[in-house]
């Protein structure tokens, strides 16, 4: 079972997660009614749930404790914001000059996204045109109108978080089509990101914790880089993520926790790794200020009872920056 400070952490970033708080002044945060983004404060914005009356809302997704922040504990012993399909924001215009049609599920840059608080990142690579892209698939093959961009320049983005924030660590998730030999690899190195990687030998796999977050900061290796391609961990020392991680199915709000197919069963206690998704297959900025609210809270417990009372280390939603809580009521 998680400590009782790792349970606290991962309540505080679903604190961190339900942005629009209509009971927020404990917080010390306003949530007036408005008009425009400039009728809030600064770390606010305008924003309505499913039609209600508008109000100001936090820009952010970083966690706040009652605990002084600390890396003390292992890693597993944390939880941490991820966004789903990172890469796929809305408004994106393609280098490619083509119209993407595929979905969206996020809002904001990734620099943003790890700005505001993030510190998971889902991304799902393609080979196009001779080179890796983020990219949608239609029957798992990437084209020119549904490729966002390439994925150096993502990784020059990470790479520039990390280099101006030497405490923090960053997880990338890869649902990785790439079949080219070393080219994950080349393009690691090729953007700084190489020298961040948290090496496969401090990767436990027997149960034990994780090293502290502390020792990461410390000998630099705050970059946890995990691949769906099994054959990358031997070919080119990537871990494979089924190793080390428990995922639950993608693709359902429902207060359910079904094992994903690829991984090992919730149970297993080899693992202490937990990425939860909690997003619909069909994204949806409406209804994902609801999903992102109440019902994430109730599905965080349905996993904890479902993983043997653990509590999720990754918790991966779409829009990630749109919540609501006690919306205000009309009078």
Not at 4 to 26: D, F, H, T, W
Not at 33 to 56: E, I, K, R
Not at 154 to 181: G, Q, R
Request: glycine share 6%; hydrophobic share 35%; aromatic share 10%.
């Amino acid at each position: 079972m998680a400590s009782r400070k790792a349970l606290s952490l991962l309540l505080v970033v679903v604190a961190g997660l339900c942005l629009i708080c209509g009971n927020v002044q404990a917080l010390g945060v306003a949530s007036d009614p408005c008009t425009t983004d400039n009728d809030c404060g600064q770390g606010l914005y305008c924003f309505s749930c499913d039609g209600a009356s508008p109000v100001c809302a936090i820009d952010s997704a970083t966690p706040v404790s009652s605990f002084s922040q600390n890396y003390s504990l292992p890693f597993n012993k944390y939880a941490w914001v991820t966004t789903h399909n990172a890469y796929a924001i809305v408004g994106e215009t393609s280098i490619l000059g083509v119209t993407i049609v595929s979905q969206k599920n996020q809002e904001d840059s990734i620099t943003s996204q790890l700005n505001k608080g993030v510190r998971g990142l889902m991304l799902d690579i393609y080979e196009l045109n001779g080179d890796i892209w983020l990219c949608h698939s239609v029957y798992r093959q990437c084209y020119d109108f549904t490729a966002f961009r390439p994925l150096n320049t993502t990784l020059i983005e990470i790479e520039a978080f990390l280099t101006a924030n030497p405490t923090e660590v960053i997880t990338i998730f890869f649902e990785d089509y790439v079949n080219t030999t070393n080219a994950l690899t080349t393009a690691l190195t090729a953007t700084g990101l190489s020298k961040y990687m948290f090496p496969l030998a401090k990767m436990p796999t027997d149960g034990s914790d994780w090293p502290t977050v502390s020792s990461m900061i410390t000998s630099n290796e705050r970059l946890l880089v995990f691949t769906s391609n099994r054959n990358k961990q031997a070919g080119e020392g990537i871990a494979y993520q089924w190793n080390y991680v428990l995922e639950n199915q993608y693709g359902t709000v429902a207060l359910t926790c079904d094992r994903r197919g690829e991984s090992a069963l919730l149970t297993d206690k080899t693992k202490t790794l937990f990425l939860q998704n909690y997003f619909p297959t069909n994204p949806n900025r409406t209804t994902a200020c609801l999903d992102n609210s109440d019902n994430l809270s109730k599905a965080l417990n349905v996993c904890s009872s479902a993983t043997g009372n653990r509590w999720a280390n990754f918790l991966a939603v779409d829009y990630y920056q749109v919540s609501v809580h006690n919306q205000p009521k009309a009078a």
